[in-house]
C-alpha cells in the first residue's frame, strides 16, 4: 500500500499545463443542452466499516457511475442526473451493496417571482451511529421554494415547502420517517446585505406511531458577515412536542442556528465553515438535539492541483428517559490531496480520515481510519 501511496502523490504533484475549459459529452443547441457522464473507483482501507466498538476492518472497492442532463434554455433551467454507486467489501461481502440515485431540479431564475422544484430519490447504505450498526434504507425528498419582491424589489418573501421519507428494510428496530415542513421568511435588503426572520414548522411521524411537531423562530443576515466573511448565518428559539406511545411527552425547546460562511484569504488559500443546531428524530425513534460545526481549509497550489483538509466536531444529546440520557461527542479529520488533468475531466486523488465518537453508551464509542485512493472522470 505504501509503493501505491507513493505512485499517487507523484502524479497528483505532476506539472502539465492549463487547459481550455471542459464543456459536457454532448452539446445541442449551442450549448443550452448538456448532457454529461461521470464515473470514480476508489479502492480504500477501512479500520471500522460498523458503527461501534469492535466493528470489523476491511479492505473495499468502490465504483460510481451517473448520468446528468442540463437544459438551459427558457424561463425554467433543469437539471436531472441519475447515477449508481456500489461498494465491495474484501472479507465481509454480506455488507457489499448497490444503490442508485434519481435527481432532478427546475429552476425559475427570472421575472418577478423566482423559485425551484426539487426532486430526489436514494438508496442508501450507511453506517449508523444511533443505531450503531449498517442500514439500508430509501430516501425520497420533495422542496418547493419561491421568493416574491415587494415594490422596488429591497424587501419580499421567502416561502419553502417540504417532504421526506424513509423506508428502512428492517423495520424490526428501525423505524420508518415522514417529515412535513413548510417556511415564511421576511426579507430586507441593506446594501449588498439581506436581514430575514421568519417562522417554520414541521411535523414528523413514524411507523412506531411516534412523532414529535416543532416550531421555530429565527432571523439571521446573508451576504457579507464580518471582515472578510461571506455566507448566511441565522439563528433562532424553538420547541418541540412529541406525541404517540412516546413516554414523558414533554415537551424540548432550546436555541437553533445554522449558517455556512466562506473567507479568501489569498487567491490560493480559502477557509469554509459551518455551524448548526436542529431537533431531529433517529432512526431508532429517540428525539435528539444536534449541534455540530465544521471548518475546511484549501490550498491550490495551481488550477490543476489542491490539498484540502477539514475538521469539525458534532455533539448530539439523546432527549428523554426513554432514551437513557445518551450524549455523544464526535469528531472527525480528514486530509485530501487531489489533482486534476485534461482541463478537469479525470481527477486522481488521496485522502486520509479519522472519526471518533466518545458515548455514554460504551457499545456507542469507537474510531474509524480509512485511507482512500480514488479516480474519477467527468465528460
Given amino acids: 500500500m505504501r509503493n501505491r501511496a507513493l505512485v499517487l502523490v507523484s502524479l497528483l504533484l505532476g506539472l502539465t499545463a492549463p487547459l481550455p475549459r471542459a464543456f459536457g459529452l454532448i452539446r445541442l443547441d449551442e450549448g443550452r443542452n448538456q448532457i454529461f457522464v461521470t464515473g470514480s473507483f476508489t479502492t480504500g482501507f477501512s479500520s471500522n466499516i460498523g458503527a461501534s466498538a469492535g466493528g470489523a476492518s476491511d479492505n473495499y472497492y468502490s465504483a460510481d457511475i451517473g448520468a446528468q442532463y442540463q437544459r438551459h434554455a427558457g424561463l425554467i433551467v433543469m437539471d436531472a442526473s441519475v447515477g449508481l454507486s456500489g461498494t465491495s467489501y474484501a472479507k465481509n461481502s454480506d455488507e457489499n451493496f448497490r444503490d442508485p440515485s434519481l435527481r432532478m431540479e427546475l429552476k425559475k431564475g427570472t421575472g418577478r417571482t423566482t423559485g425551484s422544484l426539487k426532486l ?9 451511529t444511533a443505531a450503531n450498526l449498517r ?9 418547493l421554494d419561491a421568493k416574491y419582491p415587494m415594490l422596488n424589489g429591497r424587501y419580499g418573501f421567502i ?16 423505524a420508518d420517517q415522514k417529515s412535513i415542513s413548510s417556511s415564511l421568511d421576511f426579507y430586507y435588503t441593506l446594501d449588498e446585505r439581506s436581514l430575514l426572520g421568519g417562522y417554520r414548522f414541521r411535523q414528523e411521524s413514524t411507523s412506531f406511531d411516534t412523532g414529535s411537531r416543532d416550531h421555530s423562530i429565527t432571523a439571521g443576515v446573508s451576504g457579507p458577515l464580518l471582515f472578510r466573511l461571506n455566507g448566511n448565518f441565522r439563528v433562532g428559539y424553538q420547541i418541540r412536542t412529541p406525541y404517540g406511545l412516546t413516554t ?19 487567491k490560493r488559500l480559502d477557509f469554509a465553515g459551518q455551524l448548526s443546531r436542529d431537533f431531529s428524530t433517529t432512526s431508532t425513534n429517540f428525539s435528539v438535539d444536534t449541534l455540530g460545526g465544521t471548518i475546511r481549509a484549501q490550498y491550490r497550489f495551481n488550477t490543476q492541483t489542491a490539498f484540502t483538509t477539514s475538521t469539525g466536531i458534532t455533539r448530539t444529546r439523546f432527549l428523554g428517559t426513554v432514551a437513557g440520557n445518551r450524549l455523544d461527542t464526535a469528531w472527525t479529520w480528514d486530509v485530501t490531496a487531489h489533482r486534476s488533468f485534461f482541463s478537469q475531466h ?14 455514554s453508551a460504551s457499545f456507542s464509542s469507537f474510531d474509524r481510519k480509512n485511507l482512500t485512493f480514488t479516480a474519477s472522470a467527468k465528460y
Fill in 346 to 359: 479525470i481527477q486522481l486523488s488521496v485522502s486520509y480520515s479519522f472519526f471518533r465518537n466518545w458515548s
Fill in 120 to 128: 430526489s430519490a436514494a438508496r442508501e447504505s450507511r453506517a449508523d
Fill in 159 to 174: 416561502g419553502t415547502v417540504g417532504t421526506s421519507l424513509r423506508d428502512f428494510a428492517d423495520n424490526n428496530d428501525l
Fill in 248 to 266: 414523558g411527552r414533554q415537551n424540548y425547546t432550546g436555541w437553533t442556528a445554522n449558517g455556512s460562511s466562506t473567507l479568501e484569504v489569498t
Fill in 135 to 143: 442500514n439500508e434504507s430509501w430516501a425520497y425528498e420533495t422542496t
